[in-house]
């Protein structure tokens, strides 16, 4: 499995902009796929948005789509999500996730991710 550490989360206010990353250690494959997940208070975690190595094909969900960008450093072996156009209700905690050797790409079983991060909090105030 792979380790993976998060970090740029940061409090800011609507409208802004941040942008997480996430570093990769460990043996990766190009038939890897990298999640981004959120969890706020009292709610479950959802994913947010996925990048599969192999092509860099992208997902996202509804609620973050034109406003979230997921990208990969493969060189340096690091997953990053911009954020912008920040909400208030995008306040959360971000947790970077893989799901290794998906051969066919479907990265957006989000229920199969198996390796986490320890999360990076964010905070949207209006």
């Known amino acids: 499995q792979v380790q993976l550490v998060e970090s740029g989360g940061d409090s800011v206010q609507a409208g802004g902009s941040l942008r997480l990353s996430c570093v990769v250690s460990?043996?990766?494959?190009?038939?890897?796929?990298m999640g981004w997940f959120r969890q706020a208070p009292g709610k479950e975690r959802e994913g947010v948005a996925t990048?599969?190595?192999?092509?860099?094909?992208?997902y996202y969900v509804d609620s973050v789509k034109g406003r979230f960008t997921i990208s990969q450093d493969n060189a340096k072996n690091t997953v990053y999500l911009q954020m912008n156009s920040l909400k208030p209700e995008d306040t959360a905690m971000y947790y970077c996730?893989?799901?290794?050797?998906?051969?066919?790409?479907?990265?957006?079983?989000?229920?199969?991710?198996?390796?986490w991060g320890q999360g990076t909090q964010v905070t949207v105030s209006s």
């Open positions: 990048i599969y190595r192999a092509n860099g094909n992208t």
């Open positions: 996730a893989a799901l290794q050797r998906t051969y066919r790409g479907d990265c957006d079983r989000w229920g199969a991710y198996h390796s």
């Open positions: 460990g043996y990766t494959y190009s038939t890897d796929c």
